[in-house]
């Protein structure tokens, strides 16, 4: 089946660094990939949606600068994290649609902490 | 603005139940909804996808129903086991292409 990956899986940074992290959709190309943002005990919240060879396109209240994406290809897309907070600090998930299909495959997450 | 809501938020059971979990949406316009399976500190896998024009999609134990103008999903899970200990979230999709919002879930606890 279809996989999508994630890198790092669990980061710790101090404030102020930025952080990068990767999706990468290991066996198919995704033409769309959306990164999430989940809080403890809570549901997963879209973030923006990412489209290849485009600006991605960030939900209400996302500030665009500080959550940098970029889809440069049709099987990756990064998500950074500028100057990071401690308030930043949570589980960000990607996900990939199969292109031509509506099927979307997530990656396992990446644990962000800032200190 | 669609709203998913999952109840119970938490559901403890003995193996060998079977057991219902709920989802409501307030806007019946969806494309599809789906249903996933997330394990402490881990990502979402796939369990059923049901389209806005089917009524339910099934899975070995699990049964996925659909009921598009009540605004009303359920799964049910036939002779649980404590593997099946996990959060399950139901997401709704608007568009084919569009977003996908989800319910907070519902952490299920199988005792053996």
């Known amino acids: 089946g279809a996989v999508v990956s994630q890198h790092p899986s669990r980061v710790i940074c101090k404030s102020g660094t930025s952080v990068k992290i990767e999706c990468r959709s290991l066996d198919f190309q995704a033409t769309t990939m959306f990164w999430y943002r989940q809080f403890p005990k809570k549901s997963l919240m879209l973030m923006a949606t990412?489209?290849?060879?485009?600006?991605?396109?960030?939900e209400q209240g996302v500030e665009k600068d500080k959550f940098l994406i970029n889809h440069a290809s049709l099987t990756l897309s990064t998500l950074t994290v500028t100057s990071a907070h401690p308030e930043d600090s949570s589980f960000y998930i990607c996900?990939?649609?199969?292109?031509?299909?509506?099927?979307?495959?997530f990656g396992p997450g990446t644990r962000l902490l800032v200190l | 603005k669609q709203e998913v809501t999952q109840i119970p938020a938490a559901l403890s059971v003995p193996e060998g139940e079977n057991l219902v979990l709920n989802c409501s949406f307030t806007?019946?316009?969806?494309?599809?909804l789906q249903w996933f399976r997330q394990d402490p500190g881990k990502g979402l896998t796939s369990l059923l996808l049901?389209?806005?024009?089917?009524r339910e999609q099934t899975s070995g134990r699990l049964n996925a129903s659909l009921d598009k103008s009540s605004g009303r999903s359920t799964l049910y899970i036939a002779a649980s086991q404590p593997g099946d200990s996990a959060t399950y979230l139901c997401a709704v999709k608007e568009t084919n292409a569009g977003k996908s919002t989800f319910g907070d879930g519902t952490t299920l606890t199988v005792k053996p």
């Open positions: 990412s489209n290849e060879g485009s600006k991605a396109t960030y």
């Open positions: 806007d019946s316009a969806i494309y599809n």
């Open positions: 996900s990939a649609i199969l292109t031509g299909t509506e099927t979307q495959y």
């Open positions: 049901i389209q806005s024009s089917q």
